[in-house]
């Protein structure tokens, strides 16, 4: 069974950083796509990251590109999403998400859609 956990949200100041984890079990890391996603209240759920399988490769919207970065530990199955110059903008529950995936050096952030693995959210707030 593939189980999903994130963690490490919390409150924030504008321009602060916070690493997100995503703690996975089930799954072989090289098999499976891994996405960050986020959604505030009254908007839709958006991507803002994504590693691909076999490769580790990680791809990022022009608005976070440079503000953020996965990473992960293999040996402890973690998933880190790193974000640094926090905007209010960035205020969501963040998600992580997995989807098994031979397509070495590719992954999916633009779309939800596909991933069918999900943990449960949580909260990134930024003041400003």
């Known amino acids: 069974e593939v189980q999903l956990q994130a963690s490490g949200g919390g409150l ?3 321009g602060g950083s916070l690493r997100l984890s995503c703690t996975v079990s089930g799954i072989t890391f090289g098999d499976y796509a891994i ?29 976070e590109k440079g503000r953020f970065t996965i990473s992960s530990d293999n040996v402890k199955n ?11 903008e960035d ?5 992580c998400a997995a989807v098994r995936s031979y ?20 909260q990134v707030t930024v003041s400003s």
């Open 78 to 88: 973690v998933v880190y999403l790193q974000m640094n110059s926090l905007k209010p």
């Open 35 to 63: 996405a960050w996603f986020r959604q505030a209240p009254g908007k839709e759920r958006e991507g803002v990251g994504c590693m691909s399988p076999g490769d580790g490769g990680t791809y990022f919207p022009h608005s």
């Open 91 to 95: 205020t969501a529950v963040y998600y």
């Open 12 to 14: 924030v100041q504008a």
């Open 103 to 122: 397509i070495v050096g590719e992954c999916i952030y633009g779309s939800s859609l596909g991933y069918d693995n999900w943990g449960q959210g949580t």
